[in-house]
């Protein structure tokens, strides 16, 4: 995590701290959270994935949360603070004029011989243009992709949740989770649903590590595809 960005969370959670006295343990541990890296923005902005410590539970976030904390009291739970904290040090950078992203080194990425964008990467979606999956694994792979891994992580009918991490020959990695539910994939569970959202989760880890904000095509629902 870029120490900026760092450096601003410190600055956001102090402040809090001590306007809130009565939150102070939990804006400790929403820092924490976030410096670990277990929360995961969507593309949104304003919902988020979040992990436990030990990666075994996964909680949507967004205006509510799925923990047994949040059920249980009124105030947030941690995990909607984390986010909250994280958009609020985010607005800040980037009135600041940058805009960072967590697990991103942009330093190391700008620094590398670039490839440029091939044209046939590109497709066109209701006047927006899409980076296909191909393209950004061959641009990964020129600056250093080792591996990508995916991991299901959750499949049931409801819900599909995956993960994917991207490791670079210089060390980096960086890891990205997807989770589709009825409403934003195809309604069959089966083996080409779980790849398809393997494939956005990768996707995503790529954008994250190459520092593409574009969507790419895989990452849209079948019917915007065909719109
Ligand atoms: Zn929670």
Redesign the pocket.
Known sequence: MNATFIHALQEEVTTLQAQFPDLSERLARAQTLITDGRLFMEDSGTEAM?TSKDGTQY?A?NGQ???K??QHRKEA????LALRLYQKVCDRLEAESECYTLNLDTEVIESAAAPAIRPEWLVSVQGKPFIRFEGLLELAHARGLVSLETVVVQASEAMCICQATATFADGRRFTDIVDATERNVAKHLDIYYIRMVETRASARALRRALNISACSVEELSGEEVTA
């Open positions: 979040v909680y976030v949360c799925v923990c904390a949040s739970c941690y995990h909607r």
